[in-house]
């Protein structure tokens, strides 16, 4: 698993510098992820009780609730118009996808891909980039696998962008198990 971010580039200088770095990255980023599921499954059971108290009510507060999808939101952030883009953005990149899954659970709906073969995410994300509706700005993934956010942050209701967030790492991580069979 890797953080994919344009404000997280990670780049070493020698190919045995590259790989521990890589290796590294990787573990704190499964390591992450974990953490954030022990604490999501902590804040259901909390959820599930009448009285949340100390450190859990501390971080189902930061959490907030989840944000319904807007009224009036564009049909290209929508469970098909995302299965779509994604469908054209491969074949516009030449590749198979195995899996294509969104998750609508809350706004912003995230996508989920499996690609075919090595290499495919790296044509995938350059025909993504060229989308006008979407705009990708990272996602957690590996080789083969990636789960992102492609709603512009401008489509976010203004009252909820903080929200969105702060639940956004928590969601692509779960959505990322879910899709990898993880969980």
């Not at 098909?80 to 609508?104: F, Y």
Request: net charge positive.
């Amino acid at each position: 698993m890797k953080f994919d971010c344009q404000d997280c580039i990670w780049e070493s200088r020698s190919a045995a510098v590259a790989e521990l770095g890589r290796c590294r990255h990787s573990r704190f980023m499964k390591m992450r992820a974990s953490l954030l599921i022990a604490v999501l499954l902590g804040l259901l059971c909390v959820g599930r009780s009448k009285h949340a108290t100390g450190p859990n009510q501390v971080l189902f507060d930061y959490l907030g609730n989840p944000v319904a999808p807007p009224a009036n939101m564009d049909a290209a952030y929508t469970k098909g118009g995302l299965t779509s883009a994604m469908q054209e953005a491969a074949q516009a990149a030449n590749i198979t996808l195995t899996k294509v899954e969104v998750d609508d659970s809350e706004f912003p709906f995230l996508v989920g891909v499996v690609c075919a073969n090595k290499g495919d995410w790296e044509k995938l994300k350059e025909q993504i980039r060229k989308m006008t509706a979407h705009n990708y700005t990272g996602g957690i993934g590996g080789d083969t696998k990636m789960v992102m956010n492609l709603v512009p942050y401008s489509a976010f209701p203004t009252d909820a962008h903080e929200r969105i967030h702060h639940r956004m790492m928590l969601r692509e991580a779960v959505f990322y198990d879910k899709i990898t069979g993880h969980q």
